[in-house]
C-alpha cells in the first residue's frame, strides 16, 4: 500500500473534522440539499464528458493504482533483467522457464522468448499491451479531474440556489438560516472533494502512468534484448538509461560484448 496515500487522506479528512467538532457539533455540517447539488452535479458533468465504460472502469482502476504501489522499482527491473540475461546465455531460451518472475509484464516478455516468438511478435505485443494498460489509466487520472473540477463549480451553483432562496424568503426570518446554511454547505463540500480527494487522486495517478511507463518500456527494451541473445553486462548497460542518475553507479559496471 502508499502509505503516502493513506495518510493525506486520513490526515486531510482528520483536519476538517477536527475543526468540525472543536466549536460545534459535526451534525450541523450535514445538509442534503448540499449533498445533492455536489454529487448530483458532478455526477451528472462527468456523466457528459466522458462514456459510461470509461467512468465504470476508471473509477476503481484509478482508486486501485492510488492505492497500490507497485512492487518491483525499475533498480530492481534492470537487476532481474540482467539476471535472466546471464540465465538465457548459460542455459538458453529453455532456462527461463525455470526463473519465478513476480512482475507480469516481465513474466509475460520471458515466456515469450522461452516459446521462441520472434522479436517484431515480442515487440508489437508488448507494446500493445503498454498502451492499454496506460489508456486506462490515464482515463482513470482524467475522469477523477473532471470531478475534482466539477465539484467547487457545483458547489458555487448550491450557493447561489441557496441564496437565492434566502433573499426570496426575506420576510420570514426562520428560513434565513437554513437557506444560508444550504448555500455555505455546498461550497464546503465542493472544496472538500475537490481538493482533498479528486484533484489529488488525478495527480497521483499521472505520477503513477509517468512511473508504468518507464518501467513498462524498460521491460520491453530488456526483453528484446534476452531474445537477441546481447550479454549481461550489455543489458545492464543498456537499461541503466531509464534510472535516474543518482541510482546509476551502484548498477553500472563494464559492459561486456
Known amino acids: 500500500m502508499d502509505i503516502a496515500t493513506a495518510l ?12 468540525m467538532v472543536m466549536d460545534g457539533d459535526v451534525s450541523m455540517f450535514v445538509d442534503k440539499h448540499a449533498a445533492i447539488v455536489i454529487f448530483g452535479g458532478s455526477t ?20 486501485k493504482f492510488a492505492f497500490n504501489l507497485r512492487r ?18 548459460k542455459q538458453g531460451p529453455i532456462g527461463l522457464e525455470k526463473e519465478v518472475i513476480e512482475d507480469t509484464f516481465l513474466a509475460k516478455g520471458i515466456r515469450y522468448v522461452a516459446d521462441g516468438y520472434d522479436s517484431d511478435f515480442i515487440r508489437d505485443n508488448l507494446e ?8 486506462h489509466l490515464e482515463e482513470g487520472s482524467k475522469v477523477y479531474r473532471a470531478i475534482g473540477d466539477c465539484a467547487p463549480a457545483f458547489g458555487m451553483v448550491g450557493t447561489l440556489i441557496g441564496m437565492v432562496q434566502m433573499f426570496a424568503n426575506m420576510s420570514d426570518a426562520s428560513k434565513l438560516g437554513p437557506f444560508m446554511a444550504v448555500a455555505l454547505l455546498a461550497t464546503l463540500y465542493g472544496a472538500v472533494i475537490s481538493n482533498i480527494v479528486c484533484l489529488p487522486l488525478a495527480d ?28 549481461p553486462g550489455v543489458v545492464r548497460e543498456m537499461l541503466l538509461a531509464y534510472l535516474p542518475e543518482h541510482k546509476r553507479d551502484e548498477l553500472a559496471e563494464p559492459a561486456t560484448a
Not at 500493445?128 to 489508456?135: A, E, I, M, Q, S
Not at 499521472?206 to 520491453?220: A, P
Request: proline content about 2%; charged content about 20%; hydrophobic content about 50%.
Open 44 to 63: 451528472a458533468a462527468t456523466l457528459i464528458r466522458f462514456p459510461l465504460s470509461t467512468i465504470i472502469h476508471g473509477l476503481p482502476m484509478g482508486m
Open 8 to 19: 493525506g487522506f486520513a490526515l486531510g479528512i482528520g483536519t476538517v473534522l477536527l475543526l
Open 204 to 231: 497521483k495517478l499521472h505520477g503513477r502512468l509517468i512511473d508504468e511507463e518507464i518501467n513498462r518500456s524498460l521491460i520491453i527494451d530488456g526483453v528484446l534484448m534476452i531474445r537477441d541473445s546481447k550479454s
Open 128 to 135: 500493445r499491451d503498454r498502451d492499454n494498460f496506460l489508456t
Open 72 to 89: 518491483i522499482t525499475a533498480h530492481d527491473l534492470v537487476e532481474q533483467i540482467s539476471h535472466l540475461a546471464d540465465v538465457a546465455r
